[in-house]
């Protein structure tokens, strides 16, 4: 089954998905999906992807929260 993030940017979604622990803390799907959009418009699906796999593997999961502050 894929994330909301890997269904909005229709890649395919795998077990060590770096886009479902990024988007964890936003509770409703809905919300999910138009936070990737917003960022995936900025910086672009390959960017985005590149820029949450840049951090260190323990620090990804609070990626895409500072965008948000």
Not at 1 to 20: A, H, Q, T, Y
């Amino acid at each position: 089954m894929s994330c909301n993030g890997c269904r909005v940017l229709r890649k395919g979604c795998e077990d060590d998905c770096i886009l479902r622990p990024c988007l964890s803390w936003i509770t409703s799907s809905e919300s999910q999906a138009n936070a990737t959009l917003f960022l995936a418009k900025f910086y672009g699906r390959t960017g985005l992807l590149n820029l949450i796999s840049a951090a260190p593997r323990h620090l990804r999961p609070g990626t895409l929260f500072f965008f948000f502050l």
